[in-house]
C-alpha cells in the first residue's frame, strides 16, 4: 500500500492512499491525474448521486480565477493566503494573480502533503510564492508559521482565500471562530474570497453526497446560506453578494446546468 510521510507540521504522521482523500478526488473531478483508486471509488459515488459534480468543481474553480483578478485587478491587492491550495491545476493562483501585476506573492497552505509536495515542486521558486503544510484548524500555527510571515507584510492588505474547504471543518470544530481568528489577524480593508457547498438547493442530492464523504478523510458538511454569510462577519460584501458560483461577477455565458450548482461563493472587504 502506498504511503506518503509527512514531514513536518500536522498532528498525524502519515497518510495512506488507502482513503480517499478531497484534494485528489477533486483533482479527479477536475480531469486531473493525481489522484488514486480510494479516491476515484468514493468519487465516482458522489458523481452517481450529484452528476453535476464535475461541474461543480470546475465552476468553483472559476470562481477562484474571477475572485482572484477582482482581488487583484480592482482591489489592488498584492499578497495573498490561499489555505486549501488543492493539488495544481492548469491555472493557479499566483499563475492568475502575477497575469495581473507580477509583484503579487501568495502563501499557499493545505494539509495533505501529497499537495504540499506538488506545491513546493510547481508553485514555488519564484521568491514571490511559498507552500506551507498546515491545518485550518490550526489558524495561529498558519498565521505564526516563518515562511508566512516571511512573505506576508501583516501590516498591509492581505486577500484570505478559502475556497471549497471551510466545509471540511465540522461545526464542532467551530469554523466561525477558525475564520475569525484568520481575519483578526489582518488589518482593515483586507478580503475574504470564500465558496462552500450548501444544502439549500438540493437537499437529496447533497445528503447523499455528505453520506459518500463520510468514508473520506475530511467528511463534508453543508451549510445554509445563513450559516456560510456569518464566515462573512465584518466583512461588507461585494457585489452580487454570497451567490451560486457561478453567477459571481461571471465574465462569459454561465453554464448549461448551472442552477444546480449548489456551491456559493463571495468576496468580502474586512471593515
Ligand atoms: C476541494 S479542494 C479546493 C481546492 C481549491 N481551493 C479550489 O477551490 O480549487 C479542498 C482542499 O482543501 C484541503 N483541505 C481540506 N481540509 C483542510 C484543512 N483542515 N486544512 C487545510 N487544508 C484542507 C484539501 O487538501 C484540498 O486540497
Avoid at 482513503?19 to 488514486?36: I, V
Avoid at 462552500?196 to 451549510?223: C, F, K, M, N, W
Avoid at 459571481?248 to 461563493?265: A, E, F
Amino acid at each position: 500500500m502506498a504511503t506518503f510521510v509527512r514531514t513536518s507540521g500536522c498532528a498525524a504522521d502519515e497518510i495512506t492512499m488507502a482513503t480517499a482523500h478531497p484534494a485528489r478526488m477533486y483533482d479527479y473531478l477536475l480531469g486531473g491525474k493525481d489522484n488514486y483508486p480510494a479516491d476515484r471509488i468514493v468519487a465516482e459515488q458522489v458523481l452517481r448521486a450529484a452528476p453535476e459534480a464535475r461541474l461543480m468543481a470546475r465552476e468553483n474553480r472559476r470562481f477562484l480565477h474571477r475572485a482572484v483578478r477582482f482581488l487583484v485587478a480592482e482591489a489592488g491587492i498584492r499578497q495573498i493566503i490561499d489555505i486549501g491550495t488543492g493539488i495544481p491545476a492548469a491555472d493557479n493562483v499566483h499563475q492568475t494573480a502575477q497575469k495581473v501585476t507580477p509583484d503579487v506573492r501568495v502563501v499557499y497552505v493545505d494539509n495533505d502533503p501529497l499537495v504540499h509536495a506538488h506545491a513546493n515542486a510547481l508553485l514555488t521558486g519564484t521568491g514571490r510564492t511559498a507552500a506551507v503544510l498546515a491545518d485550518l484548524r490550526e489558524p495561529h500555527k498558519i498565521l505564526d508559521h516563518p515562511r508566512v510571515r516571511h512573505l506576508i507584510d501583516f501590516t498591509e492588505p492581505v486577500a484570505l482565500l478559502l475556497v471549497a474547504v471551510v466545509h471540511f471543518i465540522r461545526d464542532e470544530e467551530d469554523p466561525a471562530g477558525i475564520v475569525r481568528t484568520l481575519l483578526d489577524a489582518l488589518p482593515v480593508g483586507s478580503y475574504l474570497a470564500l465558496s462552500h457547498a450548501t444544502g439549500d438547493l438540493r437537499p437529496i442530492t447533497a445528503a447523499q453526497v455528505t453520506e459518500a464523504y463520510d468514508a473520506a478523510t475530511s467528511p463534508l458538511t453543508v451549510r445554509s446560506h445563513s450559516a456560510i454569510a456569518v464566515f462573512f462577519n465584518g466583512c461588507d460584501l461585494v457585489d452580487p453578494g454570497l451567490v451560486q458560483v457561478p453567477t459571481w461577477q461571471p465574465d462569459g455565458k454561465r453554464p448549461k446546468g448551472y442552477r444546480n450548482i449548489w456551491i456559493y461563493g463571495g468576496v468580502g472587504k474586512r471593515i
